[in-house]
């Protein structure tokens, strides 16, 4: 007998070794895991420096404006151009405008988003409970050798009901880089629909300054037909007089049919501009366009300010603010994909009751819990970790490369508006001072006509080229507000934008 102990003492030996071996190995294992939780893989985001000139190329042009009006705050440029109804139509822009709609839609997905990737972190509990009762077949494997025990019951009640919970420990940080990634593009989101903001804004302005050229040039056109009605008449008492020809009542009245032809293309022009108004503020073609069909108060083209330079497109373009936001998400997704390389390991418990007999559900021999530790490795995958993990780097180059050439266009945008504002001015002035002259050339044409020191040549020519040239002011005039319009988005302007950088965006 004492061999036998002997013997069963030494078979017992080395499996209990073994199985401390084991347990104590497995033990290090998890408490090691465990130590790495507060780990994060990939590298941390640091906000790339992009080289600025000191101010703009063309800032001596812009200087050299002579603005009657202040430059207003970029938030609200079009109150510097004091038009009661560019700001009542940019009013309603920015409360009613579909696509600005649609962008803050994008937002509350992207910050839903955000806080579904952050409860990633967060343990998860499920309540499930199920009553099942059923009548059991004889012939099954389990009925033929329960039917023959005493007190077999064929109708059965099955009740369970259970408490489980479950949390993956962040070993390598993988999921904390996946909410930080999630919050760089919700910031994204918010800097785009700044974007929509600005955009819209524009988009409206310049329509609505198309719609008041188009008028101006059809008033303008008007009084020139009227004038040339005038001159129908002139011919046709000198012809009846017989001190002119049918030859210039013809040449009269071919010049008058000339300037009834320049109005269709203008009201094709401001028609389409109405509607894209009405468009651009949530309605339906036709809705607010009865508020324009009068001529406006006449507007300024106010100053226009640039302080700090490109500098300040950083944090006040909407553009740039989300290239760069971009940009962090995509050095997070690095660390999200290199989290691969690590194991997954997670915990979980089940509280639970199940029992065949009703009434008995809640009892001790009903309960029965259950505690789970699961172990997850990627080790052999044939270098689809390596992949992803490039992949993202890849994705981290291009969303740089973007960044820095968001803020290259930025800034030719500005360079390119100052120019056109600068140069349009200057042409308005010249034209201006022609429009001038041909009208004094056009009246003494006209007197020397009537005294007959001219031919009728002479005054439709010169009723020719005023028209050319009134016209050509107009349009000009419309052409210069749209440059400032242009400006200001070039510069970012109509959100409540901050010097703070592009953190700010997620701060508002």
Known sequence: MNTTLSSSSVARSPWSRTSRRFTLRMAAMVAALAGLAGCMVGPDYVRPEVKTNPGYASQSMLEAREASRPAPALDAWWTGFDDPELSTIIGRVMTQNLDLAAAIARVDQARAAAREAGAQLMPQGSLDAQVARQYQSTQSPLGELASHTPDYKRTQTLENIGVGASWELDLAGGLRRGAEAAQA???????NQDGVRVMVAAEAADSYFQARGAQERLRLAQQQIDTEAQLVELVKVRLAGGLATSRELAQA????LQARATLPPLRITLAQQLNRLDVLMGAAPGTYAAELQAPGATYTVPAVGTDGGPQMLLSRRPDVIAAERKLAASNARIGVATAEYYPKLSLGALLGFETLHSGSLFSSAAFQPQAMLGLHWRLFDFGRVDAEVAQAKGANAEALAQYRQSMLRATEDV??????????ESQHRELVDEVAAHQQARDAAQD?????????????DEDRQLLSSRDQLARVHADDARAAVAMFRALGGGWAGSVAGPQAVAQR
Do not use: D, F
């Not at 593009?185 to 800097?191: F, G, I, R, S, V």
């Not at 009245?253 to 008058?256: I, N, V």
């Not at 020397?448 to 005054?459: C, D, F, N, Q, T």
């Open 253 to 256: 009245q071919a010049l008058l």
């Open 448 to 460: 020397a006509y009537k005294g007959g020191a001219v031919s009728l040549l002479e005054v439709l």
């Open 185 to 191: 593009e919700a910031e994204a989101a918010e800097a």
């Open 415 to 424: 360079e390119n508006a100052i120019v056109s504002l600068a140069e349009l």
